[in-house]
């Protein structure tokens, strides 16, 4: 029995003894590590590994610290290509790898001096090139965290949850004092929490902040726009105007209000009734009904399909409305019957509808029963 069993270990022995070369492992290992040009690690690129014989590709990538290595590449001339989000930062080409380990470091500052002398760039010229780079490089770092944090603010907001996005939009204010978007972002916030604050001062202290947010953003986009201005800016500049004149309302601040409805009518023509719509609610809202009509009025002709403001104009004229000492008939304002039928007819369901109808019956003027209704066809005699 125990010879048969030194056979069997005998035979498996001179078997492995007489595998064919093809199964032996012959392959390499390569290993570096990646710097920009300020020296410091570039983390998360991609070294793309083309062996030039036979086209074989490696994909690699590395690490926190800038290093990667990779066991089994196949020895051969090589190709290899540093990139990172898709833009080639430097390349390699024929780099041999063999049996032992291959180390290849890349160091951006060192190829651009190489590059730079090749091409005859001084070394003054390629110090200002490489400033530029690292402002560019800071500026990507920069925008890239204040997108999370704009993105983690919006989030928030959507939620209702206020108090996380003003601080997170205050940080980011913090790290760039500079954009426009972050400061009427944290007006947003401050306007949107006032009115869930039950302490009245802390009330008022956030709507003043809203106004201060805001005009901070109506300074910054005004500069960028003086050194070129985007087709959006107008628009952008409008919203900022729009929510400013609110912010104000509430700080009672009514005529700093209507001028800022006002110079958003004139950023963004096209959105210039609804600016006008808002302007105659603040100024309704402050008693000042003949004002409000006459904005209403400019939102109807920016916009002769604006039905709420044809509304609104028709409840401020209600008001207006006397009755005869002697009948007790009740005398309509000049416009109430005209401007809340034109509601009907713009808005014969709308949620205002109902409203309008009671309104006429109290003035004694006869509502089209029409409106919203197909004219039935003429029958045939």
Avoid at 4 to 16: E, G, H, T
Avoid at 200 to 215: I, Q
């Amino acid at each position: 029995m125990k010879q048969r069993l030194l056979m069997v270990v005998l035979v498996v022995a001179v078997a492995a003894l007489c595998m064919p070369p093809g199964f032996a492992q012959a392959t390499g290992t390569v290993k570096g590590v990646c710097k920009d040009a300020q020296g410091n690690p570039i983390a998360g690129a991609n070294l793309e590994w083309t062996n030039t014989d036979n086209g074989r590709k490696y994909n690699l990538k590395t690490n926190k610290k800038g290093e990667y290595f990779s066991l089994g590449i196949e020895p051969g001339k090589y190709k290899i290509i540093l990139s990172q989000d898709g833009k080639q930062l430097d390349m390699v080409n024929g780099f041999p790898v063999g049996l032992d380990e291959a180390n290849l470091d890349f160091d951006l500052k060192k190829s651009m001096s190489e590059a730079a002398a090749q091409k005859g760039i001084s070394p003054e010229q390629l110090k200002a090139m490489q400033e530029q780079q690292a402002k560019a490089a800071k500026e990507t770092d920069t925008v890239k965290s204040l997108n999370e944090k704009l993105s983690i603010a919006n989030q928030a907001m959507q939620g209702g949850d206020f108090e996380t996005a003003i601080t997170t939009l205050t940080q980011a204010t913090q790290t760039d004092p500079t954009r426009d978007l972050l400061w009427a972002r944290l007006g947003d916030a401050y306007l949107s929490s006032a009115p869930k604050q039950t302490d009245s001062a802390e009330k008022a202290k956030r709507y003043g902040e809203a106004v201060s947010d805001y005009t901070k953003a109506i300074d910054l986009k005004k500069k960028t726009m003086e050194a070129g201005a985007k087709p959006d800016d107008p628009k952008i500049l409008a919203a900022y105007y729009n929510n400013l004149g609110q912010a104000e309302a509430r700080t009672g601040q009514l005529e700093e209000s209507v001028k800022s409805y006002d110079l958003a009518a004139q950023q963004n023509p096209p959105g210039a009734a609804q600016y006008y719509y808002n302007q105659g609610a603040v100024l309704t809202n402050s008693g000042k009904v003949d004002e409000a009509n006459a904005a209403f009025d400019k939102a109807i002709a920016a916009d002769p399909t604006k039905a709420d403001a044809y509304y609104q104009k028709g409840v401020n004229l209600i008001n207006k409305a006397t009755t005869d000492p002697k009948t007790g008939k009740v005398i309509p304002a000049p416009g109430t019957e005209e401007a809340l039928n034109k509601y009907l007819e713009l808005q014969p369901n709308g949620q205002f509808a109902d409203g309008a109808k009671s309104m006429l019956q109290y003035i004694g003027s006869s509502i089209e029963t029409s409106y919203g209704s197909k004219k039935k066809a003429p029958t045939k005699k």
